[in-house]
């Protein structure tokens, strides 16, 4: 798999919970195909001790489509990976499993110019489209 910014991970961990959302089906089934050490990471993030969900997850719940709650979903996770760097590994592990279930491939679809494979141009010059 060719390297993802942490931002497009985290945005796909966004759009994959908000997708299941959509889809009336539970959070929680989430946390289990995950490491202990990122559950104890993410959950907090979501889902108070008392199993209540926080005010931010409360709110993308309620609309799990909107832009600005995906958005409010995103800024928490980025900004708990600002105060806790190590936590790429929990992304990368959340991103990875997401990334082989169905739901969570990423199709690019009636694009041109776009390519999948490797480029190796053996230190020549390499375009790609019409320019």
């Known amino acids: 798999m060719?390297?993802?910014p942490t931002s497009s991970m985290i945005?796909?961990?966004v759009?994959?919970?908000?997708?299941?959302?959509?889809?009336?089906e539970s959070v929680n089934s989430f946390f289990d195909d995950f490491s202990e050490a990122t559950v104890n990471?993410?959950?907090p993030l979501f889902i108070e001790e008392d199993d209540t969900p926080t005010r931010s997850f409360e709110k993308f719940k309620a609309n799990p489509n909107s832009e600005s709650k995906q958005k409010l979903l995103q800024v928490t996770l980025e900004s708990e990976l600002e105060d806790n760097p190590e936590a790429e590994a929990y992304i990368k592990e959340i991103f990875e499993k997401i990334?082989?279930?169905e739901e969570g491939k990423i199709i690019i679809s009636n694009s041109k110019?776009?390519?999948?494979?490797?480029?190796?141009?053996?230190?020549?010059?390499f375009h790609l489209g019409d320019g």
């Not at 759009?15 to 009336?24: F, H, R, S, V």
């Open 41 to 43: 990471w993410i959950k």
């Open 2 to 4: 060719p390297a993802v």
């Open 113 to 125: 110019n776009v390519n999948t494979g490797n480029v190796n141009t053996g230190g020549g010059d």
């Open 11 to 13: 945005g796909t961990i």
């Open 15 to 24: 759009t994959y919970l908000g997708n299941k959302l959509a889809k009336n």
């Open 99 to 101: 990334s082989q279930t």
